[in-house]
């Protein structure tokens, strides 16, 4: 491009425009109270800044100034900043679980039959969150959402000895990160 500044001199001007991706990771997440948060950057971890990350609102989500570990205190939006030999910053938004969803497809029919075999299986029902926007909490290296659930199963009321208890409880894998009702049928000698 050219511009003439009026005094007969004319000024070339060249402009690039350079696409970067978001340099703290997760960008623009939302986690549920109580959860941790856990971002990471691609900037260069320079040692002359010991305590580079900070929040806008400590009271909202209050971090580590070291490790940028975070804790979701309260409802809110808040600016992450990571300030060292390159400074950049990306959004936190703290919220409530909106929806919870089982998984029904992944529970199968047991008869009255069945049911008298205790060695049954116990059955893994997918547990997942959302928000009332229906946008997906979903845990992973960078966030624990540390939401606290719990799971209850009715007991058909078979009038034989040997009948089983259905027994249902939360289960959050560790290694897959994902949650769980885990029912589990249990003879009545055992209790």
Known sequence: LEEDTGNGTIVLKSYLNVIV???IIPADS???IGGILKPST?????KTYPQPWSSSDPKVLKIDRSSGEAIALSLGTVKIYHNSSVSTFTEANVVRVGKIHIDTEQIPYISPSQIKDTSFPEIKIPVTFSTIDNIPLVDDKYMVHNIIYTCSALDADYSALTSPY???????DPETLLHYCII???SKSVF
């Open 42 to 46: 691609s900037a260069d971890e320079d």
């Open 166 to 172: 259905v027994r249902a409880k939360a289960h959050n």
């Open 21 to 23: 991706d978001n340099a």
């Open 184 to 186: 589990t049928l249990t």
């Open 30 to 32: 939302r986690i549920h």
